[in-house]
């Protein structure tokens, strides 16, 4: 269930049902049977996007001149199994589409993918071997790429607030400590 794969689940359920109402333990049908439309209900809210597209990886970038911000999405048959956050801190001359291709590489061999295709919004410096990029300009996929960016903003405010924040409430060093008392 964790990974996706409904159907082995759902089969059981129906065998169970139908043994149950054969055996004419209605009460215990019944219950197999709302189970059933809970996985169902489940599995239709955690659809993101068609299931024909298969699997995908979905990634996109968001440099602000000191950091970039990389969002992650693991797709399968439909539905988001995986989504992750990066944040790094950009080196100087560091392109981001190489950035991209080392945050790629650190999220599929965390993740263990094996999709075949890798879904952005900008080229990628040097993909993984077996591995097509795709730059999509509309439809089903550009929603998904707009949806990778969109988190990657978010999780850029998230982390500028948390470091304003976090500025706010530190304490004073020992400097300006020493300072105040000798005023």
């Not at 903003?153 to 020493?178: D, G, H, S």
């Amino acid at each position: 269930l964790l990974k996706g794969n409904f159907q082995p689940v759902k089969k059981q359920l129906k065998q169970e049902m139908l043994a149950h109402a054969a055996a004419q333990d209605f009460k215990a049908a019944q219950r197999c049977k709302m189970r059933l439309q809970a996985i169902e209900n489940y599995h239709v809210r955690s659809l993101i996007t068609h299931p024909t597209l298969g699997t995908l990886d979905v990634i996109a970038i968001v440099p602000d001149g000191r950091h970039y911000f990389v969002s992650y999405f693991h797709i399968k048959k439909g539905m988001m199994i995986l989504a992750q956050n990066l944040h790094v801190t950009q080196k100087i001359e560091e392109e981001p589409s190489h950035m991209l291709a080392m945050a790629l590489l650190h999220f599929r061999t965390r993740g263990q993918s094996e999709a075949r295709v890798v879904l952005t919004h900008m080229p990628i410096g040097t993909p993984p071997a077996g591995v097509e990029v795709v730059i999509p300009q509309q439809g089903d996929k550009r929603k998904l790429v707009d949806l990778a960016k969109k988190n990657a903003f978010f999780f850029q405010r998230e982390y500028l607030n948390q470091k304003v924040t976090a500025q706010e409430v530190r304490p004073p060093t020992i400097l300006e400590q020493l300072q105040r008392e000798l005023r």
